[in-house]
């Protein structure tokens, strides 16, 4: 039980006075310094938080769930397995689609792109993202609207292209000529322009109608896959297990989870690398806090003596520097958790201030995957690091305490 004089011996040791000023200096000195670590530690992991959920988001905007595909590069008994598809738990849709790689030239430009054909009738996740003109028309009985595209913002600025504008694709599924095998070419008009936020879709897609890749293509009724998307992306791994056991033995099932694995988990990693990283700010604030406590102890040695000879218990010395360890602890987190939580909350504005009046870019959309630093809070993570950092600070008080209770009043008040 803590009684009231401890607490108090334990605020009068943390007051710098003369002669001891420099021990109370470095004590305050490690609290500061844990409250960098752990403020650090909050920032960084809320940082690679909204970097990994905000990665996931745009791929998965643009991405399906789970994806089924036939045993070739085409399959046309897609029908059969579509209904299957639509019938499978949590499923909110299945979509037909088609893709393949083409050369997308205008002008004296030309950019190599993903053609991806869609049943615009059923979209519902693309056209949301638009930003300039519309999506795909619905097709008209005769199929002569079918030549239409949307197209990323950055492929647009490549192609030096806008809504109205005609692209010529190229695709390599050719045919016969006098002088050989030639490509396919076919004019397309820019319906609309779409800003994914994903740098990767935004430079390298293509998207028509579904009928129009496969007239280019000279694929009849045949498509590359099946989408489907969940109304709960994390039954992905759950629902692509149902339909390997449903569909025939040639479909070739996969979900977001395992085609993106290798990625979401070099992220874990790296967050798991920065986090122990980090750790090692507040490892070296622990260690200045023992050694200022230590410092305190040999200075109190006479003040530990008279206590011990008027009836202070081992119990009481102990208590009494530990609560100092504690103090400092406690202020130092409670201070970085603070300043780490206003950090994450506001640092999309900050890093936006600080590139205005920088004029420097911190993140280009060309080389990374986002043009921004986003920062979400885990409330777990931030239990972790506060909970870790108040017992590393209070193992660390354990010997300073340690050594104060074992100081001989004899020995202490010999030249007295």
């Not at 993202?129 to 079918?146: C, E, K, R, V």
């Not at 045949?222 to 033995?249: F, M, Y």
């Not at 000879?309 to 530990?322: K, Q």
Request: hydrophobic share 50%; net charge neutral; with cysteine.
């Amino acid at each position: 039980m803590i009684q009231t004089f401890e607490l108090l011996l334990a605020l009068r040791y943390l007051r710098s006075q003369r002669g001891e000023r420099f021990a109370s200096l470095v004590g305050w000195s490690s609290a500061i310094g844990m409250a960098i670590g752990v403020m650090t530690l909050i920032v960084v992991m809320s940082v690679m938080n909204g970097v990994a959920t905000e990665i996931r988001d745009k791929i998965l905007g643009f991405s399906s769930h789970v994806e089924i595909q036939g045993p070739g590069d085409t399959f046309t008994n897609w029908k059969t397995w579509l209904d299957i598809s639509q019938k499978l738990p949590h499923v909110e849709q299945a979509l037909p689609y088609i893709s393949t790689q083409t050369l997308a030239h205008h002008g004296t430009r030309s950019v190599g792109a993903m053609l991806k054909g869609i049943d615009a009738a059923q979209d519902t996740v693309i056209s949301s993202h638009i930003s300039q003109g519309s999506f795909l028309s619905l097709p008209n009985p005769q199929q002569t609207n079918i030549f239409e595209a949307v197209i990323g913002k950055e492929l647009a600025r490549k192609l030096s292209v806008s809504v109205g504008d005609k692209v010529q694709l190229l695709t390599p599924s050719g045919g016969i000529s006098p002088m050989g095998a030639s490509p396919r070419m076919k004019s397309f008009v820019i319906t609309g322009i779409f800003d994914s936020g994903f740098y990767e879709y935004d430079v390298g897609l293509i998207l028509t109608h579904i009928q129009a890749v496969q007239r280019l293509n000279r694929l009849g009724n045949a498509i590359t896959g099946i989408e489907l998307h969940l109304k709960n992306r994390d039954q992905a791994t759950q629902v692509a297990q149902i339909a390997r056991n449903l569909l025939p033995s040639d479909a070739w099932v996969t979900d977001w989870q395992h085609r993106h694995q290798s990625f979401f988990q070099a992220l874990k990693m790296e967050r798991t690398a920065m986090s122990i990283i980090l750790f090692l700010i507040v490892l070296v604030a622990i260690f200045n806090m023992v050694s200022s406590l230590v410092m305190v102890v040999m200075e109190k040695r006479k003040e530990i003596a008279i206590l011990k000879t008027i009836g202070a218990s081992h119990a009481s010395i102990i208590r009494i520097f530990l609560l100092m360890g504690m103090l400092l602890s406690c202020f130092g987190t409670l201070l970085g958790c603070l300043a780490g939580i206003f950090l994450s909350a506001n640092l999309e504005s900050i890093v936006a201030w600080i590139e205005k009046v920088t004029h420097t870019t911190f993140m280009s959309g060309d080389v990374y995957y986002i043009d921004h630093v986003p920062a979400i809070m885990e409330p777990t993570s931030i239990i972790i690091v506060v909970s870790v950092s108040l017992l590393m600070g209070f193992l660390a008080t354990l010997y300073p305490a340690w050594r104060a209770a074992k100081v001989p009043p004899a020995e202490a008040l010999r030249y007295e």
